[in-house]
């Protein structure tokens, strides 16, 4: 079925790719020559930049050359500072308003080591009116768009079926939709059939409801349920893309030195919508994927990445079919 959609690929290449999700965030990322629990630490670099997974992969896709609007929740004087930092960022956003203060989450880093530290905010709640001002807005954008990518956990504060509305719409219109998420959010939708099912190893094991250790069954099971195709991302470690046809691992491209992988799962996403809109197969495509995600761990800001090395990486990475 991929196959035969790519030339809907190119006729809808100048229409949005709507990147829809729900907690985006403001992130900080420090840098430190070591971090020293319970001591004053002072940073060296302070890189401020707008983030959550559907603003990763939205800024991604830009990067990458592709037009995309980033859909999500967003308020309070951080939701200022968000929209303001969308538009440095030269990348489109259809926030939905709310009386919540938009989260902000911390990266630390320590140069000498590596060693990275998350602190993470968790987002407010929406309330029910600002969750239905989000579907109505979203269900018109989607009608306008090329492509649906949904990206993120559910929140505890919307239903399972939550991203079911948005499926079954983008189904209805033949609109091709992809999906990165898991657990209940995932399984309520693969009926619907997203051209691609993204998630990371450990993430797959915990939603396939038999939650087995092999992961070409974990991911045929996916499938069975309604996905056409299953990327597993698994870190630096190789991906592993099964379509109905066969299955393949994709290494992660090497580079000189990791500084932040925070986001190189979005940008794997991101990366592999952009090849499909260049005209790629899958397989290639998931090779650029990776290569966006590899480029996105050599950076210190997230979805920031150099789109030239991105697509160098890219070619220095071989598929191994399984």
């Known amino acids: 079925m991929l196959f035969a959609r790519r030339e809907s690929f190119i006729l809808c290449a100048m229409k949005n790719i709507l990147c829809l999700g729900l907690a985006p965030a403001i992130q900080r990322t420090l ?87 998350e602190l993470v905010e968790e987002a407010k709640p929406a309330s029910e009116a600002e969750v239905a001002a989000f579907v109505k807005g979203n269900l018109a954008r989607l009608r306008k768009s090329s492509m649906l990518a949904i990206s993120g956990t559910l929140a505890p504060w919307v239903s399972a079926d939550f991203y079911a509305q948005f499926a079954a719409l983008a189904m209805e219109l033949n609109i091709p939709w992809v999906i990165d998420s898991h657990g209940r959010g995932l399984l309520a939708v693969l009926g619907m059939k997203p051209l691609i099912a993204k998630l990371n190893r450990d993430e797959l094991r915990k939603t396939v409801p ?88 050599a950076t210190h800001v997230p979805a920031f990445f150099d789109p030239a090395v991105a697509r160098k990486l890219a070619k220095n990475t071989t598929p191994r079919p399984l």
Do not use: Y
């Not at 001591?39 to 800024?59: D, F, L, M, Q």
């Not at 991604?60 to 939701?79: D, Y």
């Not at 030269?90 to 902000?104: L, N």
């Not at 005209?279 to 995600?293: K, P, V, Y």
């Open 31 to 117: 840098l430190f020559p070591a971090f020293e629990k319970g001591r004053v630490n002072r940073a060296t670099e302070c890189h401020v930049s707008p983030a959550g997974k559907s603003v990763n992969t939205g800024i991604a896709l830009r990067r990458l050359g592709q037009s995309s609007v980033v859909a999500a929740f967003n308020g309070g004087m951080a939701g200022r500072v968000m929209s303001k930092l969308m538009k440095e960022w030269d990348t489109p956003a259809c926030f939905t308003r709310t009386a919540g203060e938009t989260r902000t989450c911390t990266t630390l880093i320590e140069s000498n080591t590596g060693v990275e530290t």
């Open 210 to 297: 038999a939650n087995s250790e092999d992961l070409l069954a974990n991911a045929r099971e996916l499938m069975r349920l309604g996905a056409q195709n299953v990327f597993v991302t698994d870190g630096p470690r190789p991906a592993t893309l099964v379509t109905p046809e066969a299955a393949w691992e994709i290494p992660a491209p090497d580079i000189d030195k990791v500084i932040n992988p925070i986001g190189s799962g979005d940008c794997v996403t991101a990366g592999t919508i952009a090849g499909l809109f260049e005209g790629m197969s899958l397989l290639e495509a998931a090779r650029l994927g990776q290569g966006c995600g590899s480029a996105n761990a």
